[in-house]
Structures are given as structure tokens and as C-alpha cells.
């Protein structure tokens, strides 16, 4: 998903802190002049900048040699941060009315810079044939859309996923089956815990994402159209039982967790499964000695499991000067086979068929990845994400703050809850 605010996405975004200097990337120091990075022959120069680790970098850095080779004319200078000072520079950048011509991004700050008058509506790009958007799969074409206006396009999909210790799940006799229900998975934490000596899951305090499935699974979301969609009493319940299960031990002590980071409760054999990302699955087996899958989410009736595919996105300045190129460059990215081999899964499976079909992954993490995503497509399950309202990211931010501080025993349930509503409260007002 889009923002990097649960536990084993910071993480992985906190390990990756290269800087552009260290990799020999260009600057981002502007377009190139008062014609707005035209040069005499009439080559266009666009800025380019994301999030991610150095490999993200090389590998990016290769799919643009390839679009400018396809495209002589148009040069793209590159930058990029760790997640945190991406946003900052960012968020400078756009103050001051210089953002880069195209930029990753995430769902939860669509509204938040579309308010801002920051996004492109890349429509008018799509209508003049500078942009497809045919050829996505499971709908993610529609991902990116905001009350009627195009503000980002996908170039891969994740979704949520139980990621277990294959060895633990065995030696405890537990078989995590499609339909599984809540009440199952908690039955299935002890188990582990009393046959395996291991804490069955690492917790789940400040998984945002995993609770907006449970949400979903009764009814509600975490987002509504213009602010939460839970309510007190729901937080603390979830609260209350993430708590509960630490205590008897079916959860990971969050302070031996929080001693072994970066490393991950389930790589540092402190719990037998977590849940994370489906594309974050590669870093287990990067960080732990056993070998790792991917179980289904489990649900409230043992059908719905309120899934859906997220993604990151390219998204365009609105006060770039060269929408057509823009168009052309996010185009390459996400439907040119060629990018599809070299980015592999790094940003998630791809978004589109034909990038889908090229790259076929060899190893059995991306291969357990792939058959995850199918699976949830085969069957159905997935829905549409709900639309997160401005000051969504700030409200995701919190989430996890707010939970680690309540894990790590400096707040109580009900006082983390009531300090999550207040700062939600002054976030989404706007």
C-alpha cells in the first residue's frame, strides 16, 4: 500500500536511507531554466523523485535509460529519499511552488494535495493519447481516481497478508485454511504458544491497514468519505484485546520486538507470523534463518475478508510545464515490458497485464507473492478501497505512534484511544 506507516513498512523504509549522493544521482535543484527545462533542440527535462532503498534506485535509474532512449527528447533528472525526508522535502518543495514534475505517491495524500492544488488531473492526458490506462488489472485503473479526476497512476499492487514461519505453524499443527475466522486465529495463537514456545503473532497494535480490514469485514471502514469510520468504543476494543493477548502471551512482548529492530519479530524468532504487506514477504527470508509463506487474512463470518489491492502511484505536478512528457514517461512505467523485469516486485507486483506477464520470478518468495495476489483475484474477495479523506496520513501516523506508545506501556487503552480521536479530530478538519 501507499504509505509506509505500519510497523514492517517503516522499517523496511527506515533501513533504506541512501541518499542521492551516495549513488550519484542528480539533484533535484530545479527545471533548468525560465523555459521550464527546454533546451535549444528542444529536449525537455522533467524531475522525477520517490521514496525507497539504494536497489530501488539502481533499478530505477535502468528503467529510465531505457525511456530515454525511447524517448531522446525528453531527459529525466532523478532524486530520492528515505520515506520520511522524502515527505518533508516534498512538502517544501510544493510550498514553495517547485515540486518535481513526477513523484511516487500513496492513497492516503491524494486528497491531502489535491486540496493543496498540487496534483495533475492526468485525464486530459489519457483523452489526448499521452497516457493509457487500459490494461491494469483487478481495476487498480481505477486507484488512482478522486472525485472524478485522475491524480495517480498505479505501478504495483499489495495487499495484506498473515506472513507466518512455515516451521512454527508446522511443528504446532496448525494449518491456516481460506475462511478461517477470527476466533480460529486466536485458538491458533495459542496453540503456538503452547506447543512451539513461540508468541503466534508479533502484535497488531498499529497495523492501521489490518484494522480497516476488520472494519470492513462488519460493515464499517477506518475511513469514511470525510473523516473516521469507527468509533471509540471500536477502537478500544481492538485495542483492549491486542493487549489482552500480550499478556497471556499469544502476542510478542513490544518491548523485546522493539529491542531486536530493524529485525523483525518473526525473522528474530520472537513470534511465529505477522501481519504486513504481501510484497514485504522478501524481506524475511532476507532477515531470518527459516522459511517463510503467506496465509490468508482471517475473517469475522469466514467469507469476507475486506481486502483490497493497494498500490503506489505516479503522480504529476500541477504546475508542470511538460504534461505531455510526463504523461509519456508515467505511461512507459507502468506498461513497458522491459521496466517490469527490472523493477521485479521491489514496488509490488505489477499493476498492469502486460508488465504482469513479463516479468516471471524465479525465486519462491516473489513466486508466493504472485500466487497470493492471484488467488485473491480468483476468488473474488477483493472490493474497492475506501477513499481516504484528507489529513489521512496524518491520522495513519498517529495510529502507529499512539499504538506503540500504549504497547510499550506509556498510555493506557482508553487514554491512547481518546488521544487518537483528538489528534484524528484536529487532522481531519482540515
Known amino acids: 500500500m501507499g504509505t509506509s506507516t505500519d510497523v514492517g513498512r517503516r522499517t523496511i523504509l527506515k533501513a533504506a536511507g541512501a541518499t542521492a549522493a551516495t549513488l550519484g544521482l542528480a539533484a533535484t535543484t530545479g527545471c533548468g531554466g525560465d523555459d521550464g527545462g527546454t533546451s535549444a533542440d528542444g529536449t525537455v527535462t522533467i524531475r522525477y523523485a520517490w521514496w525507497g532503498s539504494e536497489d530501488r534506485a539502481q533499478r530505477i535509474n535502468k528503467t529510465i535509460a531505457l525511456f530515454e532512449k525511447k524517448y531522446p527528447k525528453i531527459k529525466v533528472k532523478t532524486d530520492f529519499q528515505p520515506y520520511t525526508d522524502f515527505w518533508k522535502k516534498f512538502n517544501t518543495q510544493a510550498s514553495g511552488g517547485n515540486p518535481p514534475d513526477v513523484f ?12 493543496k ?5 492526468l485525464s486530459e492526458q489519457v483523452k489526448a493519447g499521452n497516457l493509457a490506462m487500459d490494461g491494469f488489472r483487478a481495476g487498480l ?10 491524480l495517480g497512476v498505479p505501478v504495483g499492487s499489495n495487499s495484506m497478508a498473515l506472513v507466518i514461519d ?3 505453524y508446522t511443528k504446532a499443527g496448525v494449518k491456516p485454511e481460506q475462511g478461517w475466522t477470527w476466533n480460529d486465529f486466536d485458538a491458533a495463537m495459542k496453540k503456538i504458544r503452547d506447543k512451539a514456545g513461540r508468541a503466534g503473532d508479533s502484535g497488531m497494535y498499529g497495523v492501521m491497514y489490518l ?3 476488520y472494519l470492513r469485514q462488519n460493515g464499517k471502514a477506518f475511513f469514511a468519505a470525510d473523516g473516521l469510520g469507527f468509533t471509540e468504543a471500536d477502537l478500544k476494543a481492538w485495542w483492549a484485546k491486542a493487549e489482552k493477548s500480550v499478556e497471556d502471551g499469544s502476542y510478542a512482548d513490544p518491548k523485546k520486538v522493539a529491542q531486536i529492530k530493524p529485525k523483525s ?9 505477522e501481519f504486513t504487506w504481501d510484497n514485504f514477504t522478501v524481506r524475511y527470508t532476507s532477515e ?11 475473517t469475522t463470518d469466514g467469507k469476507k475478508t475486506g481486502q483490497y489491492l493497494g498500490s503506489l502511484m505516479l503522480s504529476a505536478s500541477k504546475r508542470t510545464k511538460h504534461p505531455k512528457e510526463v504523461a509519456q514517461f508515467i ?11 527490472i523493477m521485479g516486485y521491489d514496488r509490488g507486483v505489477p499493476a498492469t497485464q502486460a508488465q504482469f506477464d513479463a516479468f516471471k520470478p524465479t525465486d519462491e518468495v516473489n513466486k508466493t507473492i504472485a500466487a497470493y495476489e492471484t488467488s485473491l483475484v480468483e476468488r473474488g474477495v477483493l472490493e474497492p478501497i475506501t477513499p481516504h479523506p484528507n489529513g489521512a496520513d496524518i491520522c495513519e501516523s498517529a495510529f502507529l505512534r499512539i499504538a506503540e506508545e500504549m504497547a510499550l506501556g506509556k498510555r493506557s487503552v482508553d487514554d491512547a484511544v481518546k488521544q487518537f480521536f483528538t489528534e484524528s479530530k484536529t487532522a481531519l478538519a482540515g
Open 331 to 341: 505511461s512507459f512505467m507502468v506498461h513497458d515490458p522491459e521496466v517490469a523485469k
Open 166 to 168: 512455515k516451521h512454527v
Open 265 to 273: 519479530a518473526v525473522a528474530g524468532e520472537l513470534a511465529a507470523g
Open 117 to 121: 492544488n498540487v496534483l495533475l488531473d
Open 104 to 115: 511516487q505517491n500513496a492513497i492516503g495524500f491524494l486528497r491531502k494535495y489535491d486540496a
Open 288 to 298: 531470518g534463518k527459516s522459511e517463510y509463506g503467506l496465509a490468508p487474512i482471517p
Open 211 to 213: 484494522y480497516d480490514l
Open 141 to 150: 485503473e481505477k486507484f488512482g481516481e478522486i472525485d472524478g479526476k485522475l
